[in-house]
């Protein structure tokens, strides 16, 4: 693999350098489960135990303007009805997330970003699954929501089949973007998820459809990546360090090293370009969702992503194994480096750490998981089909990499 490896990568169910908060033997507000162990790395926000068909997904969180914590996830699986509408589940913590209790569940809400915006907490995402684009705001810190209902309170796209994940909603040039996918079945090819972006004035009511502006959606092609590329998506919008905003999207590959492709976004038309030659680097972590932020202090990009981290998975597709979480970092957004391992386990069928939104606070990393782990049923249906939600607080980030022996 073209990555550097900064610290030691000892799988255990937790790793000590990382000063993870471990959950309390008690159960806090908001879990399914009638009792839940506390070796569970992290704080347990919710549960949902295998048999009930319903596992949980799309992590996000988000800080109120008075410091309280907010954090969602929705439904899937089987027994869910994210086919005909997404249910997200919304969760707030007073005490620096020690302890959480669930403040509303939002019917008609799927694959969501949290985010505040001028003082307005927001869920920005879809309906369903491959549904429409739809955005509620909250003026009481998620306890109640508005309903998207029409162009003019929400619903922005009238036709579905739009495809995201939690991921950041970025300020740039005046205007609020973020990415999403779009299905296109007549493209037949690359996984038909076509990549483009949202955009909307930062000043604008950013419930009315009519401020919001997409760019071009771009196809892929199965024959990128010497004929191994099997899909983009859910990209992040990044600023580099030039001030040109990209697209880095997740790639789905079959071999190692894992990949990311940056897309290039022209703002001020709103136009998607690629360019398969040079526009794929080497991302550890790349085969499963990430989200990347910029840290002005250290002047660097930082990553939390779901890693390979044993040769012995080589085998295997990398977007199937999950169960190590690693911090990394960039400086150029093409170089990345594993800075430090945060979580892992030994198992990687019925274990994962994946889908992990996070935010900067202060000097630490904030961070809530999609985490699939041993409860007192049968544990997780499997590494992908999480049983649990998890707060985590990895303080002093940036000295997680003192320990570097290469990279940049």
């Not at 919001?212 to 992040?236: C, D, I, V, Y």
Request: proline share 4%.
């Amino acid at each position: 693999m073209n990555f550097s490896v900064c610290c030691s990568r000892r799988l255990a169910c937790t790793f000590l350098s990382a000063q993870i908060i471990h959950a309390t033997p008690a159960l806090q507000a908001g879990q399914r489960s009638a009792e839940v162990p506390n070796r569970v790395p992290g704080v347990i926000i919710d549960h949902s135990a295998a048999f009930s068909g319903i596992f949980i997904g799309s992590p996000s969180l988000a800080v109120l303007s008075n410091g309280d914590l907010i954090a969602s996830h929705d439904e899937f699986g089987p027994l869910s009805s994210e086919a005909r509408s997404g249910i997200t589940h919304v969760f707030g913590s007073t005490d620096a997330g020690s302890t959480w209790r669930k403040v509303s569940t939002v019917r008609g809400q799927y694959w969501s970003t949290l985010f505040v915006h001028r003082g307005a907490l927001y869920l920005l995402g879809t309906d369903r699954h491959l549904g429409n684009v739809v955005i509620r705001r909250s003026s009481d810190g998620g306890l109640s929501w508005t309903s998207p209902m029409t162009s003019a309170v929400g619903l922005l796209s009238s036709t579905a089949g739009y495809h995201c994940a939690p991921v950041p909603v970025l300020e740039y040039g005046g205007r609020l973007w973020r990415a999403f996918e779009r299905r296109d079945t007549q493209q037949g090819s690359g996984g038909s998820l076509c990549a483009g972006m949202l955009s909307a004035p930062a000043e604008s009511d950013l419930l009315n459809a009519t401020n919001w502006t997409a760019t071009n959606f771009l196809p892929g092609k199965t024959n990128w990546l010497s004929g191994t590329f099997g899909g983009w998506l859910e990209g992040n919008a990044v600023v580099t360090g030039d001030g040109e905003l990209l697209d880095i999207l997740r790639v789905d590959t079959s071999g190692l090293p894992e990949k990311a492709a940056l897309v290039h976004v022209t703002a001020n038309v709103g136009v998607f370009s690629f360019d398969p030659s040079t526009g794929f680097i080497d991302f550890p972590g790349g085969a499963k969702k990430f989200t990347i932020r910029y840290d002005s202090v250290s002047q660097r990009f930082w990553s939390v992503a779901s890693i390979v981290a044993e040769p012995s998975q080589a085998s295997k597709p990398p977007s199937s194994i999950r169960n190590t979480l690693a911090l990394t970092c960039s400086s150029d957004l093409t170089k990345w480096a594993v800075c430090c391992v945060l979580l892992g386990h030994p198992d990687a069928d019925k274990h994962g750490f994946q889908y992990v939104d996070w935010l900067f606070q202060g000097e630490d990393i904030i961070a809530v998981c999609r985490t699939a782990y041993d409860d007192e049923g049968s544990g997780a249906h499997s590494y992908h089909d999480a049983n649990f939600l998890t707060f985590h607080r990895w303080r002093n980030f940036r000295k997680l990499t003192s320990n570097r022996t290469g990279g940049i």
